[in-house]
């Protein structure tokens, strides 16, 4: 066999295994996005209303947004009687996550008792009526059932697990005061407008605020326009971001994004919430001329 044979045998080898590496990987990706990032509806035990549907629902906001505010339950139930019941609640619109119970009233209680029930099917749409977006979840009738009757906790003890949970956050991470006090561990001051201190420095930056130490003297800065701006992983909304420039970041209750078409003329604001970021993921790029 010639050494170019052999040389071909090898590139080909590798070729293919590079192909098949790649597959693979894209493979693990979509069913991990596909197991993470599709929407899920917990069920909750309901304690407020007699009729009362309890949830918790998640949805990836950041990459589908919109302002949930219909919820909607189906029962197709063919076999039984009656054979088709449907009710719909609205509510005030959220645009993150979020966790409630409603009232679905008697015809709630009509449709659970529906006869032949268990052979139906139940269907869940939670529906925005302004961005046109909805999510639906489609059980057989007797595990929608089964699942409702599983359900462990209440919404008034889910809020209560998630208060202790934020506040053992709130132990580790300093609370909002960090604006105008000292970066823990990094012994200066955060250099941001509404900080009384950086009052002649943002003045000289052509922006708002004060003066730290050697910081007067600086010199007037132009404004200039961003390329691209965005949040690295390691939020931990503050909400400073988002009281520096509300145009330009949304701070959701897990993380912060960027709202979609974002002004980025103003790169002194970008510039300052960056520099706000307790934890420094704020990164952009400036237009170059
Ligand atoms: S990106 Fe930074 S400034 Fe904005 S909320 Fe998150 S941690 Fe706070």
Not at 72 to 86: D, I, K, Y
Not at 138 to 156: C, I, M, Q, R, W
Not at 200 to 213: L, P, Q, R, V
Request: net charge negative.
């Amino acid at each position: 066999m010639s050494t170019t044979t052999i040389a071909l045998g090898i590139s080909l080898t590798l070729v293919i295994g590079l192909v098949a590496g790649l597959g693979v990987l894209s493979l693990f990706f979509g069913v991990f996005e596909w197991v993470f990032g599709r929407p899920k509806l917990t069920f909750l035990k309901p304690s407020e209303f007699e009729a009362g549907f309890a949830f918790s629902f998640h949805w990836n906001a950041a990459k589908e947004p919109a302002k949930i505010n219909n919820l909607e339950v189906r029962l197709f139930n063919p076999n039984g009687n009656p054979s088709q019941v449907q009710i719909k609640k609205s509510f005030d619109p959220e645009s993150e996550s979020f966790s409630k119970e409603v009232d679905l009233g008697k015809r709630y209680i009509e449709l659970l008792g529906a006869q032949g029930f268990d052979s139906g099917r139940v269907e869940i749409i939670f529906s925005s009526t302004t961005d046109g977006v909805n999510f639906s979840f489609e059980y057989p009738a007797s595990k929608f059932k089964e699942l409702l009757n599983a359900a462990g906790e209440t919404l008034a003890e889910q809020v209560k697990e998630e208060d202790e949970i934020s506040w053992d956050a709130k132990t580790a991470i300093p609370a909002r005061s960090f604006i105008a006090d000292t970066v823990p561990g990094k012994g200066a001051q955060l250099a941001i407008a509404t900080n009384p201190v950086f009052e002649t420095y943002f003045k000289n930056m052509g922006g708002g605020g004060g003066s730290a130490e050697g910081a007067a003297d600086a010199p007037a800065q132009e404004n200039f326009t961003v390329e691209k701006v965005w949040i690295e992983p390691g939020c931990i909304v503050c909400n400073a971001c988002e009281d520096i420039a509300p145009k330009v970041f949304e701070v959701l209750a897990d993380t912060c994004i960027i709202r979609p078409e974002p002004p980025l003329d103003d790169g002194l604001l970008i510039e300052e919430a960056a520099e706000a970021c307790p934890v420094e993921v704020i990164k952009f790029t400036k237009v170059t001329a």
